[in-house]
């Protein structure tokens, strides 16, 4: 089955700095590969995703690119701010037989701590 | 329009009692699943429903089951609770449940088993 590496478990950088957190998947049929951000306590929150037929998207100050062949999505975050302190997770699924939404298998998680 | 609601939010519960959690989805959601997140083993999946048939399952016991009802509303249950039961059980839900949709999680069911 699918298995997710997810690479730092912890990354500390100052205000204004970025981030990278760089994920490796397993199933080469996987083909969607959405980051969620959990902060203490709360629900996870989808903060980008990507499908396997996009190299790159980015979202204002958010980025995630993938690389099929090498089977392997990062998340880069520019100019962070103290509130981007978080637990980031990185997950894949791939289709079920008959193209129904697979589960998502995550990543460990990686604890951004954005220091003033 | 309202974001995927779980209750209870906080729950305690005896070994060996058992728990039901409940999930309302989006509306127009039909695919809802199930994760269980615990500080050793993170994110897990549990199991996936979508026009209330079990379409996918993860490794868990059978003591875990679910249900989703025609309205798309789902509930888990856990019987025989055990001490490493204590998690955050998170429900998910989807548009159509095809694959690459978005999935949203709710704030999720804080169980606590004593």
């Known amino acids: 089955g699918e298995n997710v590496e997810q690479h730092p478990s912890t990354l500390s950088v100052q205000e204004g700095d970025s981030a990278v957190i760089k994920c490796t998947y397993s199933?080469?049929?996987?083909?969607?590969f959405p980051w969620y951000k959990q902060e203490l306590g709360k629900r996870p929150q989808l903060i980008i995703d990507i499908r396997s037929n996009v190299g790159e998207k980015k979202d204002q100050r958010i980025a995630v690119t993938l690389n099929k062949t090498a089977k392997h999505f990062s998340l880069h975050i520019t100019e962070t701010q103290p509130e981007d302190s978080a637990v980031y997770f990185c997950?894949?699924?791939?289709?079920?037989?008959?193209?129904?939404?697979?589960?998502?298998?995550f990543g460990k998680g990686t604890k951004l701590s954005v220091k003033p | 329009k309202a974001g995927v609601t779980q209750t209870p939010r906080y729950l305690i519960k005896t070994r060996g009692q058992q728990v039901t959690l409940s999930c309302s989805p989006i509306s127009g959601h039909r695919s809802v699943s199930w994760y269980q997140q615990t500080p050793g083993q993170g994110l897990q999946f549990l199991f996936e429903?979508?026009?209330?048939?079990?379409?996918n399952k993860g490794n868990f016991p059978g003591r875990f089951s679910g249900r989703q009802f025609s309205n798309s509303r789902s509930e888990m249950n856990v019987s025989t609770l055990e001490l490493g039961d204590s998690a955050l059980y998170l429900c998910?839900?989807?548009?159509?449940?095809?694959?690459?949709?978005?999935?949203?999680f709710g704030e999720g069911s804080w169980l606590t088993v004593v």
């Open positions: 997950a894949a699924t791939r289709p079920n037989y008959g193209g129904s939404q697979g589960n998502l298998i």
């Open positions: 998910a839900s989807s548009f159509s449940g095809l694959s690459g949709n978005t999935i949203y």
């Open positions: 429903y979508f026009s209330e048939t079990q379409r």
């Open positions: 199933d080469s049929a996987s083909n969607y």
